[in-house]
Structures are given as structure tokens and as C-alpha cells.
């Protein structure tokens, strides 16, 4: 099938990577459009070592589920982490945390920017009828914006601060303001008076700015991950009784619900869709300052 | 006075300090013993910009207090935040974060390797009779170990790790086995299996050591303060959306009663003791690589 292929830090389409195939359990997914993503891009960096095509954001249509086959011709978005359901991890409950597991375009398994996919079935979400492709792509960004209420107590007496404006900075701006908790940017509020910051600018300069914002004893929502380390001192971390809390994938079933509803929108983020075969340059073009969402369709 | 000063880094006895003297609503202590804690070994290397008299653990007796004569004569140790009262921090209660606060021996206040010391009213607690000078001088520490169970629920059905076991180690086992908690080494258990691990090295280096210790969505707790910045990628606590948690001063009636009650042994952990006269050399012997407590005696 057609692909775009990431390897050595290049990408490439290529039209001779094998079709996925589903083993017991999964489905193969026709991918009708995927999305671009900073960990995508961190990937071609160098981020993690990964070979394979890239791509974890999807919305598609259920092609083959050799053990159920009601679930052909679905329309369905997707977690991307594999479970092994057996593990410690899977055993305590925590399943995007399976030692064992692997994950959409960035762990051992294949991703979005290809003509299909294949995922278990246990990871698929049906999308509902009155949402629009462009808007359920976005299903999976939602839900890790969403991640960060199930793991902080966030309420609207709060000052939150997103530190970030990139597309995961919006979204989850957009899903505290659904509870009606408005944030504002550091220089919105005075130095070391926010309650929670959320660091999501994808850089490690990020940290420092969420700690000249965060107020003693405050909370540090961390969602960058990036290629490469960077020096930083803790201490003041340790002084200001500071607590972090590193924050990932999310919830998908709330995070369709926000989309169909609405109380989350995500129209005027999609600044760009490019046809697979040119996904190359869509990269180039997700990767200038300042552009949201690239869109890529097979 | 005679006091032990630190300058540009380093550490000289002086005989012309001038005596403290008590501002209304403080108390001027005479020092019986005072301990070498590792922020003051990181002081000296820079940790913090600090020209005065170093050290915050004391235990002494009361001399002079303006407005409060019944406390001459008393047997104190003390907390070692001044609080102004009247800033944003101390409003909402924090008062250890206090944006205005001198801090004994490490910020704007002369501390306690010296014949005397001054501290606010507020801040000093009688120590009980039974409780010998060298165990009364633990106070500071023990209160900081005790700390931690104020910010996280740890219970006995959780492990726990504690990566260091200087002196900070040792109190932090003993408050937690106090509960019925049973902590380990990061080598007595299995890798990314703890639920909560406190790192207490005093060194950046401590940090991979607890990552590679705790679990996903397990917890940090940091006490490490050093000088100097260290190259780290906060990426992987990210992604295993682990929780670190910073943690400095603590709460001293629990403390004391900790080592009234004898629920906290540290007899074992004093290695020597020094004449004020020779604190320069009490602070290389405490320097030392595995030497536990050195106590200075005025």
C-alpha cells in the first residue's frame, strides 16, 4: 500500500510497504484522514527510535475484523497504545501504561499516514453519524487534552495558565473553558500566582516559563515530549514545594462527545490538507512556526 | 559574637559578628548545639548567593524576648521560615513560601553556628523536658522527613523506595516505618515497580535513579536541593505520567514527638561533634563521603 515511511530521521513515501494485516483481535482500518502531530514531528528528530510509518491521529473505516465482523464498514477513531492485557501494568488497571505494549506510529507498530491500519478492536471508538471526518481526526488530541482533568482536580476558583499555543495548548484551553475555567498565558497573570500550569509548548524551554508562572505549592501539568535533554536545576522545584505531573493520552469516549457537542471546536485549526502522496511536504509545512493542524488523506 | 562566617564561598570562625538582638515579636536564642545539614555543605559550594552565619538546625535556650519575657529561660528549637504575615502567600496560608521570608541561616537571617541566634516568637518551640540536646537538635530534619506525608498518601500497602541514605534517608525510613510502612533501596526492588519513591541524594544523579524506580502514575517525591543545573529530558516521566512532588520543610510538634517518643532514633547518627571554635573543620568532616551527622557545639 501507500505509505510515508520514516527511517534514519528521513521520510519517504513509498507505494511498496506491505498491507496491514489483523491478526485476532484487530481490525484493518481504511484511514480516511490523519492528522499531524508534534510528537510526529519530534519523531523525524530523532525523538524516539522509530522505523516504520509514522502517524497516530486518524479517523477511518473498519476494512476486515476477522473475529467480529459487525465491525466492518464502521466509521472509527482509535487509541493508539496496544494493550497485552496481561502484564503488571494491564493487571493494575493501567493499560496506556502496558509494559508490553505497543503504540500507533510510534512503537513497533505502523500509523496513520498510510492507505490503512490495523489496531485491536478493544482500542476502537465508533465515530457518531453527525461528525464530520475533519473533526474526528481531532478525536485523539482531545482526549489528551482531556487526560490532564482526570489527573488534576481543576476547578473554575482556580487561575490555570496554558503555557503553549500551539494546537494541544488550544484544545485543552478549550476543554478547561467547557467547565468553565478560563486560562490565561503566563503574561496574562502576575509572575508565581498560578494555581496549575499547563506546559505543552513541545520545547524545553517550556519548563522555565511554567515555573515563573506557577505559584509555591502549585501544579505543573507536563505534556512536551521532545528529542534531546536540556539543562535544568530542580532545586527551585524542591523549594517551592512545586508538584509536576506528567500527562499523556487521554480518555477518547468524552473527547468524541466534546466534538459532536461542540464545546469543543476545532474547524479553524485545520490549516492545511495535503493528499498522501505529497505527506513529505505536509510535514514541512505542519513544522513552520506558527501552523495548527496539517491534515494528510489517502 | 563568635559565629562561624560564610563569604564568597568560603568559611572562616570570626570573633566580631555582632550579637543578634531581638526586633519586637522576636526572641534572641542562646545556641546549645547545632547540626551540619547538607544544604549548608551545598551553601558553601554556591547553592544559594548566602554571606553571613550559616546552619538551621539548633536546639538553645531562650535569652531575651522583648515582648514576651515568659520565654526566657526556655528550652527551644525553631522553625526556620520568618514570615511576614501579610503577603499573598502567607495570606492563603502558606507561610513556609512566604514572598517576604527570611530564612535561618540560608536567606537574610544569621543562623546557627554562632553563640546566638535571633528567630520570631512565632517560629519557636519548647522542646520537652526528658529530651536530651542531641536529639532535640533533629527536630529541623525529622520535620522535614515528615513533610512528605503531608503532600502524599502513602500507606502500607504501597512500596516505597528511598534513593539516598545519607542523613535525610534515614529519618524519612524511619517516619515512614513509624506508619507501618516499610521503605527499600532502589536495588530491592524491581525496576519501575515502586508507587512512590523520595529521592533524597543530594545530587542531580538521584533523579534517573528514582525514574528508573518508580512505576507509571507512581510518584517522586524530590527533596534534593544542590548547586549547579543538570542535563535531564523530562520526556519519559511524561509519557510514564509519573508525579514528583517537591518537598522542604515540615511540621515540628510531630517531630518533636517523633523523637520523644523515641518512634525516630538518631543517636547512631551523629558521627562527631565540634567546638564552635573548629566549625570549619566540623563542615570538611561532614563533607566527608558516609558521614551521617556532625553536630557544632557553641
Redesign the interface.
Known amino acids: 500500500v501507500l505509505a510515508l515511511w520514516l527511517q534514519d530521521r528521513a521520510l519517504a513515501v513509498r507505494d511498496d510497504v506491505p498491507a496491514p494485516h489483523a491478526p485476532s483481535g484487530e481490525a484493518v482500518v481504511r484511514v480516511l484522514l490523519a492528522g499531524i502531530c508534534n510528537t510526529d514531528l519530534e519523531l523525524v528528530k530523532g525523538?524516539y527510535p522509530f522505523t516504520g510509518v509514522p502517524g497516530h491521529e486518524f479517523v477511518g473505516v473498519v476494512d476486515a475484523a476477522p473475529d467480529a465482523p459487525q465491525w466492518v464498514g464502521r466509521r472509527v477513531v482509535g487509541e493508539i497504545n496496544a494493550a497485552c492485557g496481561a502484564c503488571?501494568?494491564c493487571a493494575a488497571g493501567?493499560r496506556t501504561?502496558c509494559?508490553r505494549r505497543t503504540v500507533l506510529g510510534i512503537v513497533a507498530r505502523h500509523g496513520t499516514f498510510a492507505q490503512a491500519l490495523a489496531l485491536p478492536l478493544a482500542n476502537l471508538h465508533e465515530v457518531p453519524d453527525g461528525l464530520p471526518d475533519a473533526l474526528a481526526v481531532f478525536t485523539e488530541p482531545v482526549a489528551a487534552a482531556l487526560e490532564i482533568q482526570e489527573?488534576v482536580a481543576v476547578g473554575a476558583e482556580q487561575r490555570v495558565v496554558v503555557v503553549g499555543a500551539g494546537k494541544l495548548g488550544q484544545l485543552i484551553a478549550q476543554t478547561l473553558a467547557a467547565l468553565g475555567i478560563a486560562t490565561a498565558t503566563p503574561d496574562g497573570i502576575p509572575a508565581?500566582?498560578a494555581d496549575v500550569v499547563v506546559e505543552c509548548t513541545g520545547h524545553?524551554e517550556g519548563?522555565a516559563l511554567a515555573k515563573a508562572a506557577v505559584?509555591?505549592?502549585g501544579t505543573v501539568v507536563?505534556?512536551?515530549?521532545?528529542q534531546?535533554?536540556?539543562?535544568?536545576?530542580?532545586?527551585p522545584?524542591?523549594?517551592?514545594?512545586?508538584?509536576?505531573?506528567?500527562?499523556?493520552c487521554g480518555p477518547f469516549a468524552p473527547a468524541l462527545r466534546a466534538l459532536a457537542e461542540g464545546t469543543v471546536r476545532v474547524d479553524h485549526m485545520v490549516h492545511a490538507r495535503y493528499p498522501l502522496a505529497r505527506a513529505v511536504e505536509a510535514f514541512r509545512h505542519a513544522a513552520r512556526p506558527g501552523v495548527l493542524k496539517v491534515l494528510v488523506e489517502p
Chains 1, 2 share one sequence.
Open positions: 525523538y503488571a501494568e493501567r501504561h509494559e489527573q508565581r500566582r524545553p519548563l505559584r509555591p505549592r507536563l505534556k512536551s515530549t521532545y534531546g535533554e536540556t539543562a535544568v536545576n530542580l532545586s522545584f524542591v523549594v517551592d514545594e512545586v508538584t509536576l505531573v506528567g500527562s499523556r
